[in-house]
Structures are given as C-alpha cells and as structure tokens.
C-alpha cells in the first residue's frame, strides 16, 4: 500500500443529494449504495420522508466523518398552515385541533425574534429521538404516551418570506442543529394564539452544500462509469476544513495505518501543544484523523 491509494479502494467521498419528496433519508441512502456499489453509506441529517432539499451522503471511508457535518449549520425554506393542528406537526399527521384564528402578517413579524438565539424545544412525538431505547415515532404509532425532554437549541435566523394568504406563511431559517421545523411551526402558531403545521419544506444548505449544486436520485443512476460519477462526489476533506491539516510521507501514513504514533516536530506547531484532531493526508490523499501532542501524532479514525 502506498500513498498513491487510499486503504479503502471503493469510492470514498461526500454526494450532495436532493432528496424527493415522500422517500425517507434511509431508503435514500440504500438507493445510494446500490447506485454506486459501495458497501458503507450513511447520510449527515435526517430529513423527513415530507420535506426536499440536501441531504448529504457520504459513501465508503467517508463514514467516519460524518459528525462533522451533523454540526454544520443548516438553513430551510417552510410554509406553515395556519389554524390545524397533527400528531406530526406535519401535513402528513392526523390532524388534533382547530381554530379559526389566523395570525396577521404583523403579529407573526413581531413574535419571530423569540425563536431566535438559544432556544428551548420539545421535539415532535413523531421523531427518531429514543426513550429507553425505542425511537419516539414507534412509540406515537402505538398510541403510548411520550416524554420527550426539552432541548436547548440555536436558532441563527428566522425570517418571514411571504404572506401568501392568511392560512399559509413561508418562512426562512438558518439553525445549528437538533432544531425540528416541525416545533417551530407548533410552537410559533401557539404563541399566536391559534395551531400551526409544517405543510412543506426544504433544505436549502447543509454546510457548503447547497440546493442549486444538488443531484437527484434519478440523475446519479444515469452516471453508469465511475469517472462520470467521480464528478458529483466531493472529496472527504470538505468537511474538514476547520481542522488543522498535515501531509506525511508513505512511511510515516503507513505507521498510523497501522494503530502507531508518530514523530512530528515541523515548524510551526509547538511541541507542547495539544490539538485534539488533526486532517492527516499523504500525497494529498486523506488517510486519518489524529490527535497531535507534545510532538506526536496519534491515530483516531484512518481512512
């Protein structure tokens, strides 16, 4: 093995996908791996089977890095419908309460600025969060109570796009993450006195992924050679550029390879200093994430 290839030969690297409409974020990610034949496959996010948008997929040794995007920010574009309230907080719920009450254009403005900032949520009943093991939405399906706890979350922005009509108001929001749309919507509508549910959304950014760079499902199977579809896929290092990165030579990759630290004593990074991660590659190549310390390399993830 030599820097020239990485220690996974499948294909490795990030896919901006556009997710449909009514698929869920798992069944996106099996049609990915069957696309591209790759064994491991995980996406960076879950969107709900509702909602469109960016969904980012790594494929291969990528895996290993997705938490970096998890902490990305995110924006989306989302009309809330006015006076109904659903089990789901989305259009696709049962639907639990009424009002004839709509909130004016003015009053929604006015009360916008409460939802941002650090913010305290319930998520939805209908979500993948566990309770003692069992992904809330199982336990909503069957009827049994939930709990889930409350959440502090960042909110960035939260703006009003457009009055369409006094049932139906698209909203923009730019958030870290573990935000739920679909609270927002419930919340919001209740602090204006009536019920509220997401009736559509999408994901406009996750990252430095955007919805005008995205690619559906349908256009990557089209991609039949892998130097066609080499071009959709980003390289693993574009989520990693917020951590120092350093280029080894072949023997010195090999040795953290191979679960050993190694001697690092450029100029330009204080031997007593601590960098809990670091991008390692060879040859350009992405080959580990490590831990630099007092003038050693210590092998975390290897690609």
């Keep these: ?152 979350v960042k909110v960035e922005k939260l703006e009003l796009l457009e009055y369409i009509n006094p049932d139906y108001s698209k909203f923009y929001l730019k958030c870290e993450k573990g935000v739920y749309v679909r609270s927002i919507a419930r919340d919001l509508a209740k602090l204006l006195g009536t019920y509220g549910h997401v009736s559509k959304l999408c994901r406009l950014s996750v990252n430095n992924f955007y919805y005008k760079d995205a690619i559906l499902l349908a256009d990557l199977s089209k991609l039949v050679d892998k130097s066609s579809m080499s071009k959709c896929i980003h390289p693993i290092s574009v989520v990693l550029d917020d951590i120092p990165a350093i280029d080894l030579d072949e023997h010195k990759a090999n040795l953290l390879s191979n679960g050993q630290k190694v001697l690092f004593s450029e100029d330009g990074l204080d031997k007593a200093e601590i960098i809990e991660e670091v991008y390692i590659t060879c040859a350009n190549n992405p080959w580990a994430i490590a831990k630099y310390e007092k003038g050693f390399l210590f092998p975390r993830k290897v690609f």
């Design 1 to 152: 093995m030599n820097c020239k290839t990485m220690k996974n030969e499948t294909i490795s690297g990030w896919l901006n996908i556009n997710k449909e409409p009514n698929i869920s974020s798992a069944q996106v990610v099996n049609m990915v791996k069957k696309i591209t034949k790759v064994k491991k496959a995980g996406h960076a996010g879950t969107l709900d089977p509702l909602a469109s948008g960016v969904l980012p997929i790594a494929i291969g040794s990528a895996t290993k890095t997705v938490r970096y995007m998890m902490n990305s920010l995110k924006t989306y574009e989302f009309i809330i419908n006015w006076g109904c309230g659903t089990d789901t907080d989305d259009k696709e719920g049962k639907i639990i309460a009424q009002s004839m009450k709509r909130p004016s254009k003015e009053k929604i403005i006015k009360n916008l600025a409460k939802f941002e900032g650090n913010i305290f949520q319930i998520p939805p009943n209908y979500s993948a969060i566990k309770i003692d093991g069992v992904r809330s939405y199982k336990l909503a399906r069957q009827s049994k109570e939930t709990r889930l706890p409350v959440r502090k």
